[in-house]
């Protein structure tokens, strides 16, 4: 049996995890987080959203199915690094086209193994998500601790323009084309696009720095804002874009940091959650319907609307705005965080999860319908884009999706 290289794991509070070295051997820096989910864990090291992050996964045994070249949500690996409980020494399923420890070594994915992820999440859970540092090359944990205490924070950071698409792409609608939509990449997983199209949509997916010029020129019928990492207070850009979307009253659906957008462009603020919510096993209340669903999360930082936060149950009343009334449409059921926005005067709604949640669960997947619904009953009208009207007719229907 070939031992393997020692680890160590330092947050910046000092706390310290002895393990071993997993993925490629070095040393890596950013913010660590927990993810709640049993499955999924290709899916998560893809996922934009994590970039600058260190994922704990709280289930124990994590690389069981190996790898394929089907499950990537993005073209690489996001992580900042990765720690687990108990690696598997094998891979079993039929689609692995290789092995998680492979993977993670040939990009560069530094990672530690035997860490007591249950101790590291509770300390996380009491103490907050902090900066941590993993290093197979220094065995001084208090010389780690120095670099980690310089690295950047999670706070402040604009980090969009880091996990963008570099020029526009076209993702086809399935069967029967329907409509178009310009989604603004800030950081978008592929099974987004994958949504739309069984739906009928073209997806047009624009870079983050994309002007309103550049969505219309697309012919979009709507317009999506994606998911994506870091601080939503510093995404200046992309809020102003929203508030021209807004100004125009083209239909408008975002998904968690796009939520978090929609959110600063209505005028409230956003604040930095304790430690998050990461997993795909979330309870969220849709007002709307009553019911409870259970979601995919992965977000660091939300929405913070008046009379709501610090637990504070959430108001169910019509929030007024400089784009007319504002409703708060879901809930987290763990802890009151805002999880969902529905303008009432324009055509626009949001949700802080992920409909579009691969591998699951897909509770919330009606959400593309009712924007397809949004689109159907208020579209875009090509002579009203200049005026920035909706007919009465299109009025009734956008408030009825």
């Not at 600058?52 to 690389?63: D, Y």
């Not at 990009?107 to 900066?131: K, N």
């Not at 796009?258 to 795909?280: E, N």
Request: glycine share 12%.
């Amino acid at each position: 049996m070939v031992k393997r290289r020692s680890a160590i794991l330092v947050l910046e509070d000092g706390r310290t995890f002895h393990g071993e070295a997993y993925g490629s051997v070095g040393e890596t820096f950013g913010e660590a987080v927990f993810n709640t989910g049993m499955t999924g864990y290709q899916e998560t090291l893809t996922d934009p959203s994590y970039h600058r992050q260190v994922v704990v996964q709280t289930a124990p045994h994590i690389g069981n199915t190996g790898v394929n070249g089907e499950d990537d949500e993005s073209d690489r690996i996001w992580v900042a690094g990765y720690v687990v409980r108990d690696p598997a020494r094998i891979s079993s399923n039929w689609r692995a086209g290789g092995g998680l420890e492979d993977r993670l070594a040939a990009e560069g994915v530094v990672g530690i193994s035997g860490v007591d992820t249950r101790a590291l999440t509770r300390h996380l859970r009491d103490r907050g998500a902090m900066r941590v540092g993993i290093s197979s090359v220094e065995d001084d944990p208090a010389a780690l601790l120095e670099r980690v205490r310089r690295s950047p924070q999670m706070v402040g950071a604009n980090l969009s323009d880091e996990v963008t698409t570099a020029k526009p792409y076209v993702v086809e609608a399935q069967g029967e084309h329907r409509f178009t939509v310009a989604a603004v990449d800030l950081g978008i997983k592929r099974n987004v696009p994958r949504r739309l199209a069984a739906r009928g949509v073209t997806t047009h997916v624009l870079p983050a720095g994309s002007t309103i010029e550049d969505l219309l020129a697309t012919g979009a019928d709507a317009v999506f804002f994606s998911p994506g990492p870091g601080d939503p207070a510093t995404a200046d850009g992309p809020v102003a874009l929203a508030r021209e979307v807004l100004t125009r009253r083209i239909p408008l659906f975002g998904i968690c940091f796009g939520s978090q957008i929609l959110g600063r462009a209505l005028g409230f603020g956003t604040y930095k959650l304790g430690y998050g919510h990461r997993g795909i096993n979330q309870p969220v209340l849709d007002r709307a319907t009553g019911k409870v669903e259970v979601t995919s999360h992965n977000h660091g930082f939300a929405v913070q609307v008046p009379g709501a936060g610090d637990g504070a149950v959430v108001p169910d009343q019509v929030i007024q705005t400089e784009f007319g009334g504002v409703q708060v449409s879901h809930v987290c059921l763990n802890d009151n965080v805002v999880e969902g926005l529905r303008a009432v005067d324009v055509p626009a709604f949001t949700v802080q999860y992920h409909p579009e949640a691969a591998a699951g669960p897909h509770d919330a997947d009606y959400l593309f319908d009712r924007f397809a619904e949004l689109i159907e009953g208020g579209g875009l009208d090509r002579k009203q884009s200049e005026g920035g009207g909706l007919d009465r007719k299109q009025t009734e229907g956008r408030d009825n999706a």
